[in-house]
């Protein structure tokens, strides 16, 4: 039976039975729950207060989007068995540096993201480029429910239920020419409703970039949708990409262009500092960032304020399933 | 300087800070950041990262009260309230209670209390051993902040070793634009830059006011006025 509460027994290898799961709704509700009983006690200003404030946060979270969900994955560690990170906490505590540098801006400015009409231009070292709307990839192939540990290079983790499709799918209908080694992927810089464009931090557009191997990968996915829902502004509607043994920020949000190429794309963060940010970003605890220990993360929502970090897995615990992309490489150097 | 009618809003806010009650109701006014931290750790209220916004927070919190611990000399000058001279060992306190707090929550709630993983960070990260040795340099003022250890050192021991807090403010600030430098994000930092740059720089503007205006008179030469 799952439990309101934060667990502090289920981690490692010592995976929850997906009952246990935490129920989207009990997730939500654990915050107003604690705080209820703890104003309880203290009288009811203090409960008219900390109700004021559940609020405050339950509306951080932005408000429920329609429903898109998708058949469970048979893809070998598509599926997790780990418990979910919080709908709140995932909605609430994002990186997406075009509405601001802070994790809870996002959450506050991204409802200004228009996402119709909204389209994907596909071009390239392909023989079919195109313009995809985005109707058009909604049902271009079956969605399918993932559920991916998100490691952020920042040290913090989250389990996440995306719905999507294979990035694989929308490769082959376009026919990559044999010059096609790299994919690159360009993201929105709206000026007019992104107000973290004006800031110099990262050049605009974020642009990310895969190889040719990764991009195909299975496990590598396009999705439109998470926690059963279609992706809200502050996680990359109407749609990103989501490769979960890379840092978070490899998968970029919004994106408008998919572009095959022969060289290897000089990302955003490789650009700003690229003594800090390679360009294959692998989740890997023995190479630190050059600032920090890449060592232990923190699960968010997870595990209570005094318990200790968890340590990171090799390929973010995806291993078996893409380390055979990089056999013979020296990690340490192509960081 | 009061210069004004007997009752003027300056000596009744002087009589004011006199008051025997001021000095408790800054003490537990000074309580109420660490208390509002508190109550939102055991509430679950400080959001996805509750580790982190303690972190944070508690480090803003030592901003705050070393502002307000370097604001107590400019603004008794300026005002005349000699009370004030009475809060800033409380101030001082609080600004190193804090600073323990900020890296307590630092080495527990980030390291787990493991030395060795956080000597090793420290040497790693450049704005954490900047902030360490922040927090080192006010071990000594807030072990000598109490009368009877001024009075074994001298007056003007004393007063040398509390000079510190100047190399402390700078670290703080260093370690607070590090940390910052990460996301390019300097507004918050520029602020507090030019709250504790106004008040290095009135002492600096002090000294320099004070020392121009002894030369003329060791060295005896004919400076015009304007000079001074």
């Known amino acids: ?335 | 300087m009061p210069n004004a009618t007997p009752a003027s809003l300056q000596d009744r806010l002087h009589r004011l800070w006199m008051h025997r009650l001021a000095r408790p109701v800054l003490f537990v006014l000074c309580l109420l950041p660490l208390a509002h931290l508190a109550w939102g750790a055991a509430t679950d209220a400080l959001g996805p990262n509750p580790a982190e916004a303690l972190i944070r927070r508690s480090g803003e919190w030592t901003l705050r009260l070393l502002c307000a611990t370097l604001a107590v000399t400019p603004l008794r000058e300026w005002t005349g309230w000699s009370a004030l001279a009475r809060w800033r060992r409380m101030l001082g306190l609080y600004t190193a209670f804090y600073a323990c707090v900020h890296f307590l929550s630092y080495a527990w709630l980030d390291m787990g209390l493991e030395w060795a993983d956080i000597a090793v960070d420290i040497a790693k990260r450049p704005f954490i051993l900047v902030g360490a040795l922040a927090l080192l340099l006010l071990v000594p003022l807030a072990a000598t902040s109490f009368g009877r250890a001024m009075r074994a050192m001298g007056g003007a021991n004393w007063k040398a070793l509390h000079r510190a807090v100047y190399a402390i403010a700078l670290l703080a600030l260093l370690h607070f634009f590090w940390m910052r430098a990460g996301k390019n994000d300097f507004a918050l930092w520029t602020i507090y830059a030019a709250v504790l740059g106004v008040l290095l720089g009135w002492r600096v503007w002090r000294q320099m006011r004070s020392y121009l205006a002894s030369v003329p008179r060791s060295t005896g030469a004919g400076v015009p006025p304007t000079a001074g």
């Open chain 1, 1 to 335: 039976m799952g439990h309101p509460f934060r667990s502090r027994v289920a981690r490692g290898l010592d995976h929850p039975h997906p009952s246990e799961i935490t129920p989207r709704a009990w997730a939500m509700g654990r915050r107003a729950w604690l705080r209820s009983v703890a104003a309880g006690a203290l009288g009811p200003a203090l409960a008219a207060w900390a109700s004021r404030d559940a609020l405050a946060q339950a509306k951080s979270g932005g408000p429920s989007g329609a429903p898109l969900t998708g058949a469970r994955s048979g893809v070998a560690g598509a599926v997790t068995m780990e418990r979910h990170t919080s709908r709140q906490d995932a909605t609430s505590y994002n990186n997406f540096y075009e509405f601001g540098t802070d994790k809870a801006d996002p959450a506050r400015q991204a409802h200004a993201l228009r996402t119709r009409p909204w389209t994907v231009a596909v071009d390239g070292e392909v023989k079919r480029a195109q313009v995809f709307d985005i109707e058009t990839l909604l049902k271009l192939a079956p969605m399918e429910e993932r559920i991916y540990r998100l490691r952020c290079v920042e040290g913090w983790s989250m389990v996440i239920p995306w719905v999507g499709w294979p990035l694989a799918e929308l490769i082959r209908r376009v026919e990559p020419t044999g010059n096609a080694k790299f994919v690159e992927f360009h993201t929105l810089a709206d000026s007019k409703t992104m107000p973290g464009i004006s800031s110099r931090v990262l050049e605009w557009p974020y642009v990310e970039g895969l190889r040719m191997d990764e991009a195909q990968h299975p496990l590598t996915l396009l999705a439109f949708g998470m926690y059963g829902e279609v992706l809200p502004p502050q996680n990359g509607a109407p749609l990103r990409l989501v490769v979960p043994w890379k840092y978070g920020f490899k998968s970029g949000k919004s994106l408008v262009r998919i572009r095959f190429v022969e060289r290897e794309p000089r990302t955003a963060w490789f650009k700003a500092a690229p003594q800090e940010y390679g360009f294959y970003s692998n989740v890997n605890p023995k190479v630190d960032h050059p600032r920090w220990s890449q060592a232990n993360e923190r699960r968010i929502g997870e595990d209570g304020l005094f318990a200790k970090k968890r340590p990171t897995l090799m390929f973010n615990g995806y291993e078996a399933q893409v380390g055979q992309l990089y056999a013979g490489m020296d990690l340490a150097r192509h960081f």
